[in-house]
């Protein structure tokens, strides 16, 4: 049952009304209790920022740790203990603008976890200023005359990295959301998930919509499913939010490799 994993004591949760970080909490503990481990054999580690807040609500082992660094302790428990069903949970700021060069390497290296990285466009913890993945032109506390810049996208980055499970959902559509959860958790090696998440609060009001299912609506308007995506030219994709799944290879993943090492070495010694 999903209360199983849920820290009803904590609750109400955090969140601002119309945020979508819930829809996701929700989406991940029921597939975590769909898996009939241990409580004690899930950690949970998260970073800085509203998805971070998610270990506030989690009853299973979890780590908040520092801003950008939530993948950097995910490998380390990982390492320390192959065994353990490892989670990490990053906003963008966390993932790819503060913390990206973890994201690269983990990504690289095939560390067997699942990252969720919920993609609200902003850094909306604190305030609302642009992050690595703003979209160009938009407003934000931090560039109020609209962004110059071009927001990364994050799957094309990981999955050159060399992550071997990578997709993006959005919070609009939780089926498949819960597909793509489904999957990373049933895959081997580093899986990658983007969520894309409304913030009302600071994204939506800077941009016109300040009414929680004005953004939902914008962020299903956005979408452009994979297969549909193939036939579409770079200009028609342009601030658009392509969803599927981006690659599912099969890759030793980084525990592996190394207790291969350990076991030949041993064998080596005699
Ligand atoms: S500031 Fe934005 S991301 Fe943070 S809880 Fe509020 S709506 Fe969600």
Redesign the pocket.
């Known amino acids: 049952m999903l209360q199983d994993y849920l820290l009803e004591e904590n609750l109400p949760h955090?969140?601002?009304a119309?945020?979508?970080?819930g829809i996701v909490l929700q989406s991940l503990l029921r597939n975590i209790d769909k898996q009939g481990w241990k409580r004690e054999d899930t950690v949970v580690v998260t970073g800085i920022g509203?998805?971070g807040k998610a270990d506030d609500y989690i009853k299973t082992n979890t780590f908040h740790g520092t801003h950008g660094r939530a993948l950097a302790f995910s490998t380390g428990i990982k390492l320390a203990n192959p065994d353990l069903h490892v989670f990490t949970l990053m906003g963008d700021g966390d993932g790819i603008t503060i913390g990206g060069n973890h994201l690269i390497h983990a990504a690289r290296r095939n560390i067997d976890l699942v990252a969720i990285m919920v993609n609200?466009l902003n850094y909306?913890?604190t305030g609302g200023q642009y992050s690595g993945t703003t979209p160009r032109d938009a407003i934000t506390k931090t560039s109020p005359y609209g962004h110059i810049e071009t927001g990364f996208d994050v799957c094309r980055v990981v999955q050159a990295a060399g992550g071997s499970f990578v997709a993006r959902g959005t919070v609009y559509d939780v089926v498949q959301l819960n597909k793509l959860i489904e999957q990373a958790i049933a895959h081997k090696g580093f899986s990658f998930v983007e969520v894309i998440?409304?913030?009302?609060?600071?994204?939506g009001r800077s941009n016109h919509m300040a009414a929680a299912v004005e953004m939902m609506r914008w962020i299903k308007e956005q979408t452009v499913p994979l297969a549909r995506a193939a036939s579409m030219s770079p200009q028609e994709l342009e601030g658009k939010f392509v969803t599927g799944v981006f690659e599912n290879s099969q890759r030793e993943d980084y525990s592996t490799a190394y207790q291969r090492v350990v076991d030949r070495l041993k064998g080596e010694a005699g």
């Open positions: 955090f969140w601002c119309g945020c979508g970080s509203c998805w609200n909306g913890m998440s409304p913030c009302p609060t600071h994204f």
